[in-house]
């Protein structure tokens, strides 16, 4: 079955950086497209940025310029370098998959940016 688990969200004060990771199970990872949302409090979930199975890459408005995703396909992993954090940053950051029309989460991993 899908799994996908997040880590390395934090604390962190407004201009700095955090990585955060997804390792993925039970897919054949290097073939799907994952992306990254987020859902902060009292908001919807959005689309952050999207990589395919062939490293093509697309980011929400608001964080182009400052965050990057890329993907370990030996590893099964899908990254998300964010960098000059802001605190409209602060959220849940959330991995997904899309298979046969069915969205898979992870648990999410909580990014919070001090202002």
């Known amino acids: 079955q899908v799994q996908l688990v997040e880590s390395g969200g934090g604390l962190v004060q407004a201009g700095g950086s955090l990585r955060l990771s997804c390792v993925a199970s039970?897919?054949?990872?290097?073939?799907?497209?994952m992306g990254w949302y987020r859902q902060a409090p009292g908001k919807q979930r959005e689309l952050v940025a999207t990589i395919t199975s062939g490293d093509n890459t697309n980011y929400a408005d608001s964080v182009k310029g400052r965050f990057a995703i890329s993907r370990d396909n030996a590893m099964n992993t899908v990254y998300l370098q964010m960098n000059s954090l802001k605190p409209e940053d602060t959220a849940i950051y959330y991995c997904n998959v899309l298979i046969w029309g069915d969205d898979y989460w992870g648990q999410g991993t909580q990014v919070t940016v001090s202002s």
């Open positions: 039970g897919i054949i990872f290097s073939t799907k497209r």
